[in-house]
Nanobody, 124 residues
Framework: QVQLVESGGGLVQAGGSLRLSCVAS????????MGWFRQAPGKEREFVAA????????YYTDSVKGRFTISRDNAKNTVYLQMNSLKPEDTAVYYC?????????????????WGQGTQVTVSS
């Protein structure tokens, strides 16, 4: 089992920045990828970004490229999502997820463990 705990959400004005953190515990040795997803009211959960747990490969959805940066600190078992130039359409609950299988996945079904989510609200 892997446990994930997110933090760092909040209310920010458009153009502002937030940094989300996700701390993993338990069987972290089983993790291959860590991802961030988001879900706005009435919408499906969508992929935002992912990173290899033991490498440098990163992946982003087109709408956040150039604005969001995913990174990790293995010593702290923590993954970060730095969000800059935030827009009202970035408003959602953001979830951290862990994937144990080999190869990247950008769909929610490809991830095995989930955090509880943290709310990000961007005002216009």
């Amino acid at each position: 089992q892997v446990q994930l705990v997110e933090s760092g959400g909040g209310l920010v004005q458009a153009g502002g920045s937030l940094r989300l953190s996700c701390v993993a515990s338990g069987r972290t040795y089983s993790i291959n990828y860590m991802g961030w997803f988001r879900q706005a009211p009435g919408k499906e959960r969508e992929f935002v970004a992912a990173i290899r747990w033991s490498g440098i490969s990163t992946y982003y959805t087109d709408s956040v490229k150039g604005r969001f940066t995913i990174s990790r600190d293995n010593a702290k078992n923590t993954v970060y999502l730095q969000m800059n130039s935030l827009k009202p359409e970035d408003t959602a609950v953001y979830y951290c997820a862990a994937r144990t299988k080999v190869g990247i996945a950008t769909n929610a079904a490809g991830y095995d463990y989930w955090g509880q989510g943290t709310q990000v609200t961007v005002s216009s």
